[in-house]
Structures are given as structure tokens and as C-alpha cells.
T-cell receptor, first 109, second 112 residues
Framework: GQNIDQPTEMTATEGAIVQINCTYQ??????LFWYQQHAGEAPTFLSY??LDGLEEKGRFSSFLSRSKGYSYLLLKELQMKDSASYLC??????????WGAGTKLIIKP | DGGITQSPKYLFRKEGQNVTLSCEQN?????MYWYRQDPGQGLRLIYY???????QKGDIAEGYSVSREKKESFPLTVTSAQKNPTAFYLC???????????FGEGSRLTVL
């Protein structure tokens, strides 16, 4: 079966750096996506990786290793507004999105 | 401003009743999707449509129905056949293949 694993919850301190990991086992791979979802709201797109390596976008970076079935989202200079769930999703060989359950990130002052 | 509008935001339903959730987009996107989100689980695809007058079942289509008569609109009906309909429902659209999705604000359905 297809599976995406993320930690359920993480806690970090304002101003610090946090890394959220995502491992996947899917039938084929056509890209990996990260979304941010604040409580009770809709997800919003953060990043897309299809080739190995690091993609940087401001305070957020996303890394992909296709051979390891692994990605991480790196958040720098954490702010209170970064408290949210972070969803990892993989586009499989049928171009269907497979979603992880999300990682709830709690930022403490 | 372009975006996706879902309504209602909150909805209560009695058992045995059908309910329709509205989803309208003005992004001129061809593809539209309905997802269900439950605590501790990833988003699950209910139905999707890549073009007007055509739609396909997702992973959990049983107890749901949709229509796509206009490019802008993709309403979802939760029928009485859906055994556990209480959930957060999300509508989304994309330009082409799924991936970078634009989501509506969601509709939270509670069955009393």
C-alpha cells in the first residue's frame, strides 16, 4: 500500500529552527508537496520538490531525496504565526495526491 | 480577487437527510476536487473533475454525489447513505494536474 509518515506533533521555540520530516512509500513519484494549515482553516501551498536537493523560499526550505523516499521542511526564525499543521503530500504514478496526516507544530515564546 | 468560495462554513444535519455543500471558483481552473479531513488522518479524495460535465470517483466516493455543469461550480451532496458524514470538507482546484491546489475555506458538517 501507499504510505506517508510524519511526526504527529512537534514543539519549538520562537526564533529557533525546526525540521519536519516526511517519509513516503508510494507507487511511483511525480513530486512532493508541503502545505501549511492553520487550525480550522484550509491548507495553503508552501513548496514543491520533484528533483533531489534543497528548495529555499524565504524562511522556509524543503529538501528531497528520492532514493531514500524522504523529505523535510525546514522553518527558520520561527514566529508565533508558524504554529500550524504541516502536510506532506506525494503525487504518485497515477497523478493522484497521497497525503500524510500532518504534523502539528507548536511554537512557544 | 480570485479564489474558491465554499458554503456554508458550518452545517448541522439530522440523520437521514441529504445536504449539499457549495463550491465556486473564479480562478478559471479546469480541475476541481472534494476532500474530506478527519482528525489524525490525511486528506481523502471523494470526487474530482478535470473538465465540465465529467467527474471521477476518488477513494471514498460511497455516499456522496457531485455534478459539474459549469466550470466554476462543483457542488457536493452528502447523502443519507454516507454512514459517518461528520467531518471537515474541503474543495480545491488546480490549473491542470493535481499538486499545487487552491483550497476553499472548508465546510464543517456535523450530523446530530
Amino acid at each position: 500500500g501507499q504510505n506517508i509518515d510524519q511526526p504527529t506533533e512537534m514543539t519549538a521555540t520562537e526564533g529557533a529552527i525546526v525540521q519536519i520530516n516526511c517519509t513516503y512509500q508510494t507507487s511511483g513519484f511525480n513530486g512532493l508537496f508541503w502545505y501549511q494549515q492553520h487550525a480550522g482553516e484550509a491548507p495553503t501551498f508552501l513548496s514543491y520538490n520533484v528533483l533531489d536537493g534543497l528548495e529555499e523560499k524565504g524562511r522556509f526550505s524543503s529538501f528531497l531525496s528520492r532514493s531514500k523516499g524522504y523529505s523535510y521542511l525546514l522553518l527558520k526564525e520561527l514566529q508565533m504565526k508558524d504554529s500550524a499543521s504541516y502536510l506532506c503530500a506525494v503525487l504518485d504514478s497515477n497523478y493522484q495526491l497521497i497525503w500524510g496526516a500532518g504534523t502539528k507544530l507548536i511554537i512557544k515564546p | 480577487d480570485g479564489g474558491i468560495t465554499q458554503s456554508p462554513k458550518y452545517l448541522f444535519r439530522k440523520e437521514g437527510q441529504n445536504v449539499t455543500l457549495s463550491c465556486e471558483q473564479n480562478l478559471n481552473h479546469d480541475a476541481m476536487y472534494w476532500y474530506r479531513q478527519d482528525p489524525g488522518q490525511g486528506l481523502r479524495l471523494i470526487y474530482y473533475s478535470q473538465i465540465v460535465n465529467d467527474f471521477q470517483k476518488g477513494d471514498i466516493a460511497e455516499g456522496y454525489s457531485v455534478s459539474r455543469e459549469k466550470k466554476e461550480s462543483f457542488p457536493l451532496t452528502v447523502t443519507s447513505a454516507q454512514k459517518n458524514p461528520t467531518a471537515f470538507y474541503l474543495c480545491a482546484s488546480s490549473i491542470g494536474e493535481p499538486g499545487e491546489l487552491f483550497f476553499g475555506e472548508g465546510s464543517r458538517l456535523t450530523v446530530l
